[in-house]
C-alpha cells in the first residue's frame, strides 16, 4: 500500500514487528505450535540472514526486533517466507497433533484462505506485519515493550521467566532463539 506508514521502506533496515494470527486466534497455548515458531526463526538466523535483536510469542501475535543483513533477500521477502513455511507447518501441526480445536481451527484458516484470497488452502496470519522502523525510534524501549507483554497478560511475574521470547538473553542467560543483544 503505497503511503502505508507499517510499509517496509528500507529492506535492510532495523523493524520493530507484529505478526498477528486471523481472527486473533489463540493458536500459540500449546508448545508444539510456538516450537514452529522457534525452530523457524532459529533456522532465519542460521540460514536465511536473520539478525534479530528480540522476540516474543504470545497466543494470538508474535513481536520481533531486528532486521535481514545486507547479503539476505530483504525483510519484505523473509517475512513472506516465514508467514507462508510456518503457516503450512502450523496446519501440519494440528493435523497431527491431539487437538480438541482441531475442525474449528481448520475450518477458520480454510474460511479466511477462501474469503480473502490470499492463500491456496489455509490462511494462518493476517495481512501486513505492522512494521515499524526504528530509524528514530529507541529500539530498547519496543524490546522492553516486547519482553513485558507476558507480564501484562499474566503469564509471569518478571519478563525472563517467560520461556518463549529474548528476556532471558537479555539478563545473561541463553534463551530458545539466537539473538544479537542490544
Not at 522492553?144 to 517467560?162: F, K, Q
Request: aromatic fraction near 14%; charge should be positive; charged fraction near 25%.
Amino acid at each position: 500500500m503505497s503511503g502505508d506508514r507499517y510499509e517496509i521502506q528500507d529492506q535492510f533496515g532495523y523493524y520493530f514487528l507484529t505478526l498477528t494470527v486471523v481472527y486473533w486466534i489463540d493458536i500459540f497455548t500449546r508448545s508444539q505450535y510456538r516450537d514452529v515458531i522457534v525452530d523457524s526463526l532459529n533456522y532465519c538466523v542460521k540460514q536465511k540472514y536473520l539478525e534479530l535483536n528480540a522476540w516474543v510469542i504470545m497466543s494470538n501475535h508474535i513481536h520481533l526486533v531486528g532486521r535481514v543483513k545486507e547479503e539476505g533477500t530483504g525483510m519484505s521477502n523473509f517475512l513472506r517466507d516465514f508467514k507462508k513455511f510456518t503457516s503450512k507447518r502450523i496446519v501440519e501441526c494440528i493435523k497431527e497433533t491431539p487437538e480438541s480445536r482441531k475442525d474449528w481451527l481448520l475450518d477458520k484458516f480454510n474460511w479466511e484462505a477462501r474469503r480473502s484470497r490470499r492463500a491456496e488452502h489455509y490462511k494462518v496470519w493476517k495481512d501486513g506485519n505492522h512494521a515499524v522502523s526504528l530509524k528514530e525510534i529507541d529500539a530498547l524501549s519496543k524490546i522492553n515493550y516486547i519482553h513485558l507483554n507476558p507480564v501484562r497478560a499474566h503469564l509471569v511475574n518478571t519478563p525472563e521467566h517467560y520461556l518463549y521470547s529474548s528476556a532471558l538473553d537479555y539478563v545473561g542467560k541463553k534463551g530458545l532463539v539466537e539473538v544479537v543483544v542490544l
